[in-house]
Structure formats: structure tokens, C-alpha cells
């Protein structure tokens, strides 16, 4: 089993800058491709970025130069660097791990709150 724990979550003014962590304990070597999703109030979860573990990224359009994906396989965290925050970038962050290169989600964490105010 995998277990995913995020932090750095919090309020900031519209323009500013958060860095999210997800810590992966467990059974590491099961992890390939990490990722970050949202959920805003009365929406669908939705993609934000994903990273495999040899380092490749996808973004959601809406995030793409503000935001910043990485990892540390040898401190088995995943990171989101998030810059010229907008309101509409308010959700509940979450993990997930997939066991394979191919997105599947096969773990998530507990998410994290990011509020950006106006």
C-alpha cells in the first residue's frame, strides 16, 4: 500500500505564491506517474499537472506558466509550485500516484485547502 500526504496548502492574495508538497510513504517502488488534481466547491475534480518518475509533465491548460510540477524520487515527495494565484484557483488539492506511466490513480491522498482571495 501507498500512502500520500499533502501540505503547504493555505490563504493568499490573488498574484501570490504557494508550494504544495505530497509526501509517499508505503510501497514506494509501486509508484511511476504522480499527480496533482482540484476540486472547487460544486465542481468535478480536475487534472492540474502530472509528472512520470522520469521527470515528464503534462499541464492543464489553465495552470500552464504559473504553475510548476517536480518531484525528488529519493525523498519520494512530488511538489506544485504555484505562482500568480487567481481566485478561480480556490479547490481542495490532492495527490495521486498511478502504478504505472499511464495516468490510472491508484492512490490519493487527503487534499489540501488552497483559498486565493481577491
Known amino acids: 500500500q501507498v500512502q500520500l500526504v499533502e501540505s503547504g496548502g493555505g490563504l493568499v492574495q490573488a498574484g501570490g505564491s504557494l508550494r504544495l508538497s505530497c509526501a509517499a510513504s508505503?510501497?514506494?517502488?509501486?509508484?511511476?506517474?504522480m499527480g496533482w488534481y482540484r476540486q472547487a466547491p460544486g465542481k468535478q475534480r480536475e487534472l492540474v499537472a502530472t509528472?512520470?518518475?522520469?521527470?515528464?509533465?503534462n499541464y492543464a491548460d489553465s495552470v500552464k506558466g504559473r504553475f510548476t510540477i517536480s518531484r525528488d524520487n529519493a525523498k519520494n515527495t512530488m511538489y506544485l509550485q504555484m505562482n500568480s494565484l487567481k481566485p478561480e484557483d480556490t479547490a481542495v488539492y490532492y495527490c495521486?500516484?498511478?502504478?504505472?506511466?499511464?495516468?490510472?490513480?491508484?492512490?490519493w491522498g487527503q487534499g489540501t485547502q488552497v483559498t486565493v482571495s481577491s
Open positions: 495521486s500516484a498511478s502504478r504505472s506511466v499511464v495516468v490510472t490513480n491508484d492512490f
Open positions: 508505503g510501497i514506494i517502488f509501486r509508484i511511476n506517474t
Open positions: 509528472i512520470t518518475r522520469g521527470g515528464t509533465t
